[in-house]
């Protein structure tokens, strides 16, 4: 997954920010094409409705199918990353890192008893 420049989505009748981007081929016949899944994901702090783990909301999913000199040209994910993102005229910005969930606090200890 990749970090965006913000970009401003519909999402459940409003207006929000996606951030995130993540892909993932879905199909490659071997020869001249490939489609990807492609998502938009909003960072969230509260679970409204449900997010991905790591903080994450999908606001949009959709397919992106690569043929031609992109399909012949593909060798690496970046570079899937980087087409992915031309044709969303979007500007990745970098990886994107999960969150490190908070410790959670030591549970206490039990007083020692005198022998």
Excluded: H, R
Excluded at 10 to 35: I, P, R
Excluded at 64 to 79: K, P, R, S, V
Aim: proline share 13%.
């Amino acid at each position: 997954m990749k970090t965006i420049s913000p970009v401003t989505v519909w999402f459940n009748g409003q207006e929000v920010e996606a951030t995130v981007l993540g892909a993932s081929c879905m199909n490659d016949n071997l020869q001249n094409t490939a489609t990807f899944a492609y998502q938009l994901f909003q960072e969230v702090t509260s679970p409204t409705p449900t997010p991905t783990p790591g903080g994450l909301q999908t606001v949009v999913n959709a397919l992106l199918t690569m043929t031609g000199e992109a399909y012949t040209n593909w060798d690496t994910n970046d570079y899937a990353y980087n087409w992915i993102a031309e044709q969303l005229n979007l500007t990745i910005t970098g990886e994107w890192v999960p969150p490190t969930p908070p410790t959670p606090p030591a549970p206490p200890t039990a007083p020692n008893p005198e022998v």
